[in-house]
Each structure stands twice: as structure tokens, then as C-alpha cells.
């Protein structure tokens, strides 16, 4: 199928530049939900009322032929020719014009050169003053008209694509383009086709009436989704025919909503179907896995849900443009006050004459104007001469400059991901400069600084924990195994254990997948291109989400998976009615991770083709009775726990003892907790005994039998990386996930049997519940089994009060309860993200009254999605918890390293997660976001009376620090104030907040003090929040602290903040595209923030404030010298410049250098940049352009003026120089002074650089020489005829023209020397460092901050983070229950919290309310002095589960923790708890 | 730094579609000059551009100290004339007034006449912009920007139209030396003081075959008092609008006070020279009247140089950057020599 790629319609979008509010996409009527729908049970017909303005009736096309077109209630709605263009060639031109109009500077020149026709005011010659008007706006609607015309080439593209269309006429399916396919046709529609508009799927050639799709067009996201066919079609096996159809169908109006889609059919009998957004296929989707479908379209044209989505770029005000529009304003005042000068100086001027003298001309009939009016009408006068002190080009050069950037920010190819294919998205166009002035980033956590690559990393079974040892150094090795393949393979060799199956195929994978994922990627922002790279990557390679190899690759942990061999070997082989608890749990939990999610499977060979049916065991070389023998042997030597030579020595092989030590020493390092160590011993025990050979002689057995039988490597498709994580985990342990259909999934046991079980119903994940359900009929026991996996919070009140039961058992279960949530809570604070797993067990009569229940849910039309709720909750009780699973969230690349240099910088970083507390700390420890050393305030509480004292408390503690601290500043006197807020010596402090708190802050009126809080805070963590709150937070610092604020996100719940902030910035990462969609610039790793912002933020910045603030001392220089002038003409509004050399002045000659400037400078080099992110406070504190500068710029424009004026003026005062003459070495020496000064602002000097320059000025003497030779009468009433041609060949034009410049630029040239010499700023040494030779930088880097190290403390930022990251992770890996280091508590930090202590202990008399209020100071220094009688408050991190604490236990609670905090004892980190 | 780049380029190599080009435009790693503030080039810059203005500004002002310039403001001394121009009436009486100056030396060289005219405000806008350059080229068009000096109100066209052409100049001098009693007129070019250009390509008078009825059906400005083809009756190509006289009046001059170039002394006879020492004479028909707005009339005779005319302000301005240049160059060695114990760092 060759079909012409047209990309899709959002990544269309993405360069298309609006420069006015965009009108022709905007949303439809969002909210257009069928209002009259009553709850009505299925087959009722009621007489429902006519509501046609909220709905959509759409009948078959093909009752109506050509004739009767007319009574076709279709024919209203949109054709499916889409038109995104916004002119035609007729309405250009007018609406070009109106649509510039709505920018205010154009109607303020407009309307000046409006009033230039009035005769009595006017001060040039009417015609020639629309010129620049009229130049600026040509130039403005030939980038409009040629965008424009790229849109409609692409519509045109878009409108001519083929798709097959039902015909009446011919009884078939015929091809028609895209254009042509109107509401109510039917389309057909094949594999890896294009959808062309919303249809209702009507006909699948699935079996189960299941259509796949892909919508990575619409929202990025890569895995298939499911269309069903509409309830009612999907029984008819028969080929669709159209020409039955005669059902009415009735929707809602057309939304923008892509997950929502309501409406019904109604069949010719009355009778009505439901249907939703599961049977709707959206334009732009592909169809995929699905040979066939037929449906009738809905929505066409723009009306579709796609096109109703694409909003196109948004226009945003940067603060350069904010700044700048302020100081146009000043500006505006100037000239008033000019204007006003002017005027009152001619009414005086006038007034001095007691007879008109002959210079003053009288109007036309002879009459002059009394000096009043006169002098009236000089202020218009002069606002029309003076009208250009408003820079007229400012704002196209502006746009022009930050598109010259764009376009360089979009190239840059260090951010560029190859493994995603995507460089840089700059979705905003306007904002490039507010890069450069970011003091605070709101970050989201999971998918932003972490990789939103999921890893199984521990579990919990039955209250024991596995600590997965090598899984964890394999992750630990991954990094260097990205680099050198081949030393992974050797290492995957050594700590793969015998039972991965699939090393060969994994190696494979890991070498291909990089090319895969970008094509992919590269694939949905294309959009429909993807056609055209499918043939290619459908016939030999597979993409999968969440596949990486980093995933996929689970090495499971030794004691574990020997388990899991035992287990399994006693319920399935030998005594399924034998309950051995452990060992069914066992079962049961890897079961559980294997079925209970939305897991398709597809094989890398045929990636988009699903497992549907297991596929057949084939014989294999070891036959079943052999296998049998062998569990039959084993059992009884694992029973026995005895030690058989014989048994051991026979067929099955060889022990590995190698193995055996390095497990036994795994064990050992497993045994810091109690439980754990009887796990080890329990072990230790068996170990030694039977189960090595049981192991090893059991590998061998599986290998065999599943090599032979299965494809092996399977890949699943899941909906989040969670999900995938699990699978994977469970197929490390040989729990395959072989195929899954909707009624159906099938299991490949350890044994290597098959199981398959049938689904009766899937409760899906959602974010209120935070779990999800499957229900299965085990095959065997036809057991009903429902396995839930969810939050900790939610699964742990859902468990089974085991009252029933005998006391053991119930014992049993408290304890593994407690056990396990012990773990939990080590996982959490380890950073990984914790899931639940249980199950429960229901009889056949329960399961019945509760599938009856959920049918009628389920047919409910109205509130059905309160009543699914409620059933489901109705099920998920009573559940028996099987154990708990840390997938790890990795951080990404650099993130550390990224998080440093931007604090580095100056930035704020928050981060706003809806994650938990514990983790979300330990990310930011890991993150590098908080440091060992930070004082960090945790404030938990619901009251606001609480959260408010801990405010006052927490301010006031930290205040004192920053007291203590400031004699300590004096001293050092130098430093500059704003290094001392962020770099001072103390310790600097973290602030923890969680939603609640939030809340509490948000409705108690408690922002400010929040804010001055954080203010001191350098990081601010904010955990579980909601997306509203995210925004919220956003909002409240951006508005009360006036900053320049950036939000970072990848999921949608990301999307409001992003939305909220100054730059909204996307990571195209694994969660679909809504970030992207939503941001300003998207890029595909958190690392690429730091060039982005330090180097090209800083470089937009530099450029564009410093050429807006040139363009304004431009103007203004240049606009006085007429100014000047006036004082010698009597006010008179004369020019002693040619008005065309004017205009010119501003229009060419002066005009490129510093768009090339704004487009190409860089002050300092990018590695220059990045080593010293301190430079970008320049921009943070807006150094370069602010009112300040401003106004010395503008004082500096004066003197240069007055000087380019006076040094002419009194060099020909008193001869016989005529106006022009005298204008024309002013024009010269004002050209050459604004160019030179140009010159001396610029930092780089390249060809283009060059070459502008030379050209400008060798440009403007051609153009004067040319323009005065030839102009004798062509611009009356006066020209500057021959002018230029006589003063080239008279030296005093040459003289001062070498001395003005000189004269003018004298200051400004001292100071800068002066500047250099003197105070020497940051951004100069950092030019100097430039200029040295590559080693001797960065010797000097090091010497710059080692200088600044005694002021700023102790605080190393090690060039080589990496390394630490690596240490990190290794920390984690190692185990997070064993840290090396001891706690130590400094005899200060004791101190401190000793006071802290008696003033908490003080409020808590006050305000018994419940509430925490963790006072944590982690240990300044690293020494190995263990001390655990510090003091009842050092210890380990509080593990006080906050719901469940009243005031009263608080004491107990209290000294519980510490107890646990001892028996895990030496952590660096050193904590003060005090509970309220 | 090579082997990055390298590396780059192997990856811009490898790198698919999408991957941006490795080029040094698009990685901004073009080459550049970046000039700095070093203290060498600063000490350097300052001290050179000091020595160069100050050589050159000495220069201007010894070559502009070589000027001779007599300046005689005569609208006080020939008050009876001034009194008698107050009353317009009295527009086509002649008077008639004539002033001595003395010349201590001998004025060498060229010597241009000018008139001067002071608090005069030729560049007020409107006035400025009341001509007709068409006209003036000899073409017959109705230009409005002349106006209210276009046409009488029978209709008659003014030719010359518009407000500078009727308020030109119309005082005359001659100039006369006194020696041993004996008078002697100074002779004195009345051709060739304007731009080339002007005379050859811009001011054309109407084709005709005689003067008079080239400009017939037109007729004078109001403030004229005989018209415009009787400006120079002696000389036909100094006549009309041609008339080197009114072309330079025509050159609206850019300030209010100003001089014009009325006359050269023929350097022939005793004036080869120049102007020899001794007393002379000027008389002058008081035609313009400017006291009534409270300007001021001159007679200047004066030489000039390379460097332009009687101004020294150009020297001046030269030697005093050049100074301050020198100066600033000062105070940066001092202070950099003050901070250098301090800058231990980025010091070569």
C-alpha cells in the first residue's frame, strides 16, 4: 500500500507560527452530554423528547440518493475536508491587514502617518511617511502568507488521501479521497490504515469484534488500544452490509474530548443500543492487528475529536516583551515630554515676534495662527517627527530574532535523543528569552527525573522479603553495559542464574532495540508519515512500550525462585489438595503479577499479531513420566531434608557449587532484620541439603521443556511500565504470561504446563480505588479466584479481618500484615514504588449475585460509572494479602548532575508529585535535590490552626539560622547578597509537604507564610498532590512572588502545571503526548534542561535584552538628533535629514546587525556556560535588561545624540551650511556611532558578523551616493540633491565623521574597561576563561570556585556527579537495610534540636490537635563514631503512619519508631521526631 | 576539543533523519573573533586614539588660526535704512548706507564676501519647504507646497513661487578700497560661488528664446522688486533662475544664523594677493528688512582652508578628546596598577 504519508495533524502544528490569536480551531462545545438521556433499561422504549441543538442524528447515506440529497438530515454537518488555512487568495489581503491590527504599535503608526495627511500638521510628505508602516506590515503578511500557504499545501495533502467508501451505486467499496467522505458513509478500512474520520465501528473481521488501533497520533502513546464493535453488530458473523443498515444513530455534539463519547442507535423496531468511546475509531489513528472494519462516520472534517484538539501554538508574553512593553510606555512619556517641549517652545518662539517675519509662512489664505494654536499644532507635529523614539521595527526584529533562536535551540544537537529520535520541540515561538530568566522549577517526579522505566526490584511474599541481590547489581552494571555490549554479555553469563532462559534472545534484543524505539518515536510525531516506515519495521522488527532491556530483564533472586520451584513442584505436581500456606501464596502471588493487569502479548517475530491462542505443547525431549520421576524424587528429598549421594550423582547433572557460595554469602547479607535472617537460616538449612540439586537438576529439566516447546520471548504491551514490570518479574520466575484474550489468559507454569484461565471479569485500574481486579476461574480447582493489586494504603484496609479463623492463623496473618507493611514502608523510603498483591477467593454463589449486580451496572446507561464503582468496591473486600512488589522508578541520565548545576544557577526546584512522601524524599536524595546535610521540615497535618503554628515555628527556626549566620556574612563582607541567600554555610533547608498540608495552606489562608517559609527553603518538595493542586502551587508562587517560574512534566496530570507556568516544558517520555501538547518546549530527558536553560536560556536571554535594549538606544538616538534640531529651527518640526535616508536609517542600514547580533551572539561559549552555571543568575535577576540599565541606556542614547548633533552643529555654526548638508555628516556619524556601538556590545565577531557590519555602512553610502546623484526633483519640495557627492570630497566631513564616533563612544568604552579592570563580573572572567587554551579553563574554572568554596561553605559540587549517582544507586542496590556509615550526631545538631525539641514540646500543649511535624537535621559531618545515645531523636526516619495516630499514643508511638529506627541502626542521616 | 567534534560528527553521521545537522552554523560553533577588554588593548586603544586626536586637533587648529575674517554686522549702522525698510511702503525707495573698516594686514588668499544674517530662520519648516524645484528646473507646473505664494489673486503665477524665493536677499554690496585717498572698487566675482550642480543641473530656466518671455505671464514675488529675469542684467547666464545669487538663496541654510556666500575678490591688479592692508569701504543698498524681528545683518570677508571655513571648533573638539583620551588612559594604568596585587588570578 503506497500511500502518500501526510503528517498528522498535530505535529503539523508544531512550526506553525501564529502571531495572532488563533481562530480557526478553536474548541467546540465541550460539555454537550446527551441531556435527556434518563436511566432506562435496556429494550423500554420511551418517547424521549426532541433535543436536537445537543445531539447528532446521523442515518445511513445510502437511503438518499443524488435526488433526495436534500431531505438527508447529514447534509448540516461538516464535510471531511479540512481547511486550516486561514486566507484565501481573496480574503488575504483585508484580513491580513485586519488581523495586524490588532497589534497597538501597528494602529499607533498607522494612525501617525494617518495625521501626516493632515496639511496643517503634517511634518514629512504624506505619502513617502507609510513607507516603514507599510514595509513592516508587507514584511509581516508575507511570512503570514507564506505560512499560510504551507498549511494549505499540507490540508491539500491531507484532503486527496485515499480511503475506501460504500457506494450505492456500485454496491461496493470504492476509493475515494479523504475530502469526499461526508457523515453517514461507511468506510472501510484496513490494516494499518489511517482513519480519516470519527467512525463508529460497525464490522470487524476479528472474530470477537475487537479492532486495534494505535493511536500514537493523537496522544503518542505506542501500545494498541481496543475498539469493540457496537454491541449488537459483533453477533453478526456475516459479512457487514451497508445497505441493511437503517438504524438511527444519535450522539452528542462534536467535543474535544478524546476519551469520552456517549450516544445510542436506534433500530428500526425502536429498540436502542448503547455505545461509547469504545467503539468509536478517531481520526488519525491507524488501524493495526485488524484486517478489516467497517463503520459509519460521526464526526467529519473538523468536527472530528483529533481536529478539535489541535490547537496549534499558543501565544505567550515573555518578560522581556512584559519589560519592554513598560518601557515603551516610558518611552511613549519621553516623547510626550518632547512633544510637549517642542509645542511650548514654538508658541513662545511665535510669540517672540512682533511682526510676522518672512520665514514665517502664512496658510494658504494668507492668515497665521495664534501661538497658541500653533503651538498646538506643533505637538502633533512633533509626535508625527518624532514617532520613531517608538521603535517601529522592534517588534518584527523581535520575532525575527527569537525565530533565528528557535531555530538554533531546535538544532542543537546535544538535545538531541537518539534513543528517542527527537531533537528539541519549540512548540512556543515567543518565549525563547524567558529560558534565561527561570527562578524556580516545578518538577514532577516519575517520568520527568526519573526514567518512567519501571524495574522490578524486591518483594515481599507472605512476609518475607526477597532482596533481589542480582537483580540489583545487574542494574547497578547496566550503565557500563550500555556503553560495551560484549563485556554484558560475560557479565549477564555470571550472575545470570541458570533459569533465564532467554539469554541469547535478550542479548539480541538489547543490540536492536535502541534502533527500534526510534523509529518508533519518531514515528508518532510524524504522524500519518508512519505509513510510510511500517512496511519496513512490521516485517522484521517489534517496538513494544516499556520493553527496554532494562525492563525485560529480571534476574530473580536465588532463594526466591528456589522457592518457587518447590512450590510449585508441591501444588501442581503432587498434592493440589495439600495446602502448604507458603507455597500457595507463592503460587498465588506470581500468579497474580502474571494475570492481574490489561497485559497484551504479542512476539517479537510478530509484534502486532496477538497471542490469542496458547500454542500447542509440543513433545519434547524429556517426556512427562520423566518429569514426574523427577519431582517424585525430589519431593522426597526435600521432604526428608536428607542428603542422598546417590539420587544426587544420578542423570540430573552436577551441583554448581559457585553458585552455592555466592548465594549463601547473598543470604548472609540479607540477615540485618530479623526476619530476614530466619528466612536465611530457613535456607541455609534446606539449602545445603536437598536444594541444590533440587535447582540445579530442575533448571535443566525446565530448560529443556521450554526451550523446545514456546516462543520465548514474548513482548507485552501494557498501559503502564508498572504493569509490563510485573509481568516480566513473574516470567523471571517462570510464571509466563503467554497469551491473553478478553474471555481468556493462559499461564506457563514452572513446570512448563499451561494454564489457562478464564476471565470473567476485569475491574481496571483507576485512580480513586488505586487498584485493580481481575476474576478468574482457576482451570484445574475451578476455583473463583479474585487477585487485586494496588496501593499499599487501599489494599491494606481491604484486607480480611481474619476473625473467623482460628487464633494461629489469625495471628499468621497480623503478622505477615505487619511485616509487610514494614517492608512497605522500606521500600518507600528506598524510592520505589510499592504495589500490593491479594486475593480473595469466592464461591460460585457469590460470584453469581455479584456478576448480576455488575451486568445491571453495567447496562446501566446513566451513572454507570457510579454504580461499576461501587460494585467493584462491593468485590474488593475481604482480601487475603499474598505480598507487596518495590518496582523501581530509575532516575534518569545526568539528572543529579542536572539538579546541581541548576541550583547551581540560582533556580528553585521543586518538585510536585503525587507520589508517596517516602519515596518521593528518597528520589530527591537521590536526585541530589536534597543533600545529606539539609535540615529538612516535614509538615503532615489536616488543621489549619496545626499547620499554621509549624509555619511560625519552622520560620522561626529557620530565621534563627539565618541570624547566626549574618555576623558570619559581614565578615566576609564582599560577598555580593544574592550569592549569600542560596550559598550561605549553614545548613540549608528542605521543606516536605504533602497534598493535605497543601490544602490546608491553600483554604487557611496560610500561603505567605508558606512562601516566606519556602523562600529559605532551597527545595521544596510537595508529595501527594493532585494535578489542581500542582497547578495551584504553580500559580500561587509564579503570582505572589513575581518570579519567573518553569514546570517540567511528562503525564497528563502535568499538564495543568505546565499550563500554569511562564514555560511549560514536556518530556516526550513513555505517558503519551498530553505534557508535549501542552508545553511550550518539549524535550525527551530531564538532563536536557540544564543546556537548555543555562546555555541556550542564557544566550536567548543575553541576545534579545540586549538587542531590545539597543533598539530603544537606537531610537532614541537617532529620533533626538531632530529633537536637537528643533531648538535651532524654532521648534518648527523641520528635519535636516532627507526623509528617505531617514526611513532608510531604520529600516536597512541599521537593521540587520543587530538581528544577526540577537540571532548569533554568545557572550560566553556553551562549555563555558555549563561548567559555570552561575552565569545564569545574569539573566535570573534580568542584569542585562531592567529598568536600570534601561535608563542609563537611554541616558547614554542622550549624550550620544547630543554629541552626534553638537559636534557637527558647532563645527559648521555660523557659515553657509544649508540643512541638508548639514543633516547628511549628521546621518553619516549617527550611522557609524549606532554601529560601532553595536560593535563594542558584541562579544563574538564571525564572517556574518563582519560582513553585516561592512555592509551596512558600504550599503548605506552606495545608497546615499546613488540616491543624491540621482534625485534631482524626485522628492518634493526639497531633496538632498548631489549632498553626499560634495561632502565626500570635503575633509571636514571626513573629520568628523573619525571624530563624533570617538567623542560619542569615549564613556562607554571607559566603563567597560574600567569594568574589566575593576570589578571584574562573573560573565567577564568567564569571557576571559574563554579565551584560554582547553586545559588552563578548566584549571581556572576550579580555581574560581575553589575561591568561592570558603564563602560558600562546604558544599562541593563534584564535577563527576555521575559517579555519585552510580554510589547511590549502589547504596540502593547493595541494601537499603544495611548503610555502611554510622549516624553520628554533631554536638551542634544536638544541640539545636534540643531547643527545637522544648519549643515543640511547648506547642504541643497548646494545640493538641492531630498533626506531625518532623524536625529532621541530618548529620552534618560523615565520621563512623556510632553513637545511638545521642539522644532518643537521632536515629532513623520516622515510620509513623500518620492515619492511624491519635494525640494520646503518641509517646509510644514515638519510642516504637526509635526502637525500629535502632535495630536497623547506622544511618547517615540523623532525625529529630516530634509528634504533635 | 578535535576529538569532540569528531565524535559529533561520527554521531551526526549515524544519526537518523531527525537528528539535527552537525553543522558549525547549526551547533553555533562558528568561527569568531571575540575581541576583549584585555588591559593591553584597552591602554592601547585609549592611548592611541589620544595621540591621534591630539596631533590631529593640533594640526586643525594651527591651519584654522592661519584664517583672516572681517565680520561687520551693519544693521545697527545703517539704522536710517533700517528705519526707513520698518514701513513697508517705503519697499521701492533705495537706500543707500556705507561703512569703513579698517584692515590691520594684508588678508592673503582667496577672499570670499559673505552676507550674513542672523536669528534669521531660513529652516523653519514651513518656509523651507515653500519652493517649487520644478519650477526652478524650468518646468511649468503648479506646485502647492509654494503656497500662499503660488499665484496672485488675478492668477498670476509668481516666478518664482513659494516663500524663500520672495524673501530673497536683496541687499547689494561693493566693496571699495581706500588708498592714498584714492578709491579704488575691489573687483569682485559674482559667478562661480555656487554648487555646479546647482547652476548646470537644478535651477533651469524655461526655454524660450530670450529671458523675458520665458517668463512671460508670470510675474515677480511680492517682496521683489524687479523680476526674476532682471537679476543679472549684465550677464544672460547669471539671469533667472540661474542667477548664482538666488541659487545660493535658494540652499536653505540649516541654521538661524548664517552666512552666504555673496561675492569672490578677482584676484587681479593690487588684489592678487588678496586684500592688502588699509581702509575700505563698503556700500551697501539697504534693500532687506530685518529688524522688525529682531535680526541682524552682516558683511564678512573672509579666506578659508583645507579644513573649511573660519571655525576652530573642530581643533578644539580634537584636542580635547584627544586629551581626555590620554587622560582615561591614565587613570586605567593607575588603577589597574592599583588592583593588580589583588587580581592574582586571570593575570598573564
Redesign the interface.
Known sequence: MSRKSVPGCFSRMVWKKHFFKETCCQCGTPDTEIQNEELEKRGKVKKRKKKNENKRVIVSNLSFGSKKWKENPNRYYDSNKIKTTKYTILTFLPKNIYEQFHRFANIYFVVIALLNFVPIVNAFQPEVSMIPICVIMAMTAIKDAWEDFRRYKLDKEINHMGCYIYSREEHAYVEKCWKDVRVGDFVQLQCNETIPADILLLYSSDQNGVCHLETANLDGETNLKQRQVVMGFSSQNALFEPELFQNTIICEMPNNDLNKFKGYMEQPNHERVGFNIESLLLRGCTIRNTEAAVGIVIYAGHETKAMLNNNGPRYKRSKIERQMNMDIFLCVGLLFVMCLVGAVGHGIWTRNFSEHPPYDVPDENGNFLSPFLAGFYMFLTMIILLQVLIPISLYVSIELVKLGQVFLIHNDIDLYDEETDLPIQCRALNIPEDLGQIQYIFSDKTGTLTENKMVFRRCTVDGIEFSHQENAKRLETHKELDLDNEDFAKLQHLTLPPINIETPGTLKQRTTRPLRRCQSARAHFQGHTRNRSLGRRDSNQSQVAFSSPIEKDVTPDSRLLRRVREAALQTENLSPFIHMKTSTTLTDFFLALAICNTVLVSTATEPRQRVTVPPPIKPSGITLEKIHQIFQRLKLASLSQSFSSSQSSSDLGASLSARNTEEQLAALDCCDNDDCCASGRDDGLQGKDGTDIGSASLDEVFKSVTNSSLPTDFCYEAESPDEAALVYAAQAYSFTLVSRTPEQVTVRLPQGTLLTFDILYTLGFDSVRKRMSVVVRHPLTKEIAVYTKGADSVIMDLLEDSAKDDISTEKRMKRIKEKTQKHLDYYARDGLRTLCIAKKVLNEDDFQKWANFRREAEAAIDNRDELLMETAQHLETKLTLLGATGIEDRLQDGVPDTIAALREAGIQIWVLTGDKQETAVNIAYSCKLLNQRDTVFTINTESKETCESLLNLTLEEVRKNYEVEKPRRKFFGIIPTSFAASEAPSPEFGLVVDGRTLNVIFQGGLEEKFLTLTKHCHSVLCCRSTPLQKSMVVKLVRRQLNVMTLSIGDGANDVSMIQAADIGIGISGQEGMQAVMASDFAISRFKHLKKLLLVHGHWCYARLAKMVIYFFYKNVTYVNLLFWYQFFCGFSGSTMIDYWQMIFFNLFFTSMPPLLFGVLDRDVSAETLLSMPELYKNGQNSEIYNLSTFIITMLDAFYQSLICFFIPYLTYEDSDIDVFSFGNPINTISLLTILLHQALEMKTWTLFHLVTMIGSVAFYLVFSLIYNASCVLCNPPTNPYWIMEKQLSDPTFYLLCLITPIIALLPRFFIFALRGTIGTPLILKAQQIDKLPKGQQDLEIQKLRSRKQPISGARVISPTSNDDLDQNISHLCVSPFLHPAAATVSHRDTESQRLSTSKVNHLRKETPEEGYYFFNRWAEEESTATDPSAGPFSGHYPLVPSRVTTPGQDSGKLSKGNENNFNHGSHRRSVSAVTL | ?KNKMSF?QQ??EA????????SAF???R??????????TA?LS??FL?GMF?LS?GVC?ILSANSIREIQIDYSDKCSDCSKLRENSSNWNKECLCSVNFTLKEDILGDVFM?Y?LQN???????????????QL?GQNVN?S?C???TTYQNGTPMAPC??IA??MFNDTFDLFYNLNSSVTQVPLLKTGNS?W??KN??FRNPKSYNLSSAFAGTSRPP?WQKPVYLLDEEDERNNGYINDDFI?WM???????????YRRVRRIRQFADGLPAGNYTFHISYNFPVT????RKHVILSTVV????S?P??GI??VI?GT??TL?GFV?TA??LK?RKR?T??QK
Open positions: 576539543m559529533l554521531e551526526g544519526c537518523p533523519s531527525r537528528c539535527p545537522d552537525n547549526r551547533q553555533q562558528l568561527p569568531a573573533w571575540k575581541p576583549q577588554f584585555t588591559i584597552v586603544t585609549f586614539t586626536c590631529v586643525l559673505y550674513g534669521f530662520y531660513q529652516n523653519h519648516r514651513r518656509y523651507a519647504i515653500s519652493r517649487s524645484d520644478a528646473l506646485n507646497y503656497a500662499p505664494f513659494g516663500a520672495n524673501s554648487w550642480t546647482d543641473v537644478k517682496y545660493i540652499r536653505v541654510s540649516a541654521f538661524a544664523t548664517f552666512r552666504n556666500l522688525k524681528f529682531k535680526a583645507w579644513s573649511g571655513g571655525n571648533f573642530l573638539a580634537y578628546s581626555a583620551a582615561a586605567i588603577i589597574h588592583l587580581k588570578y586571570f
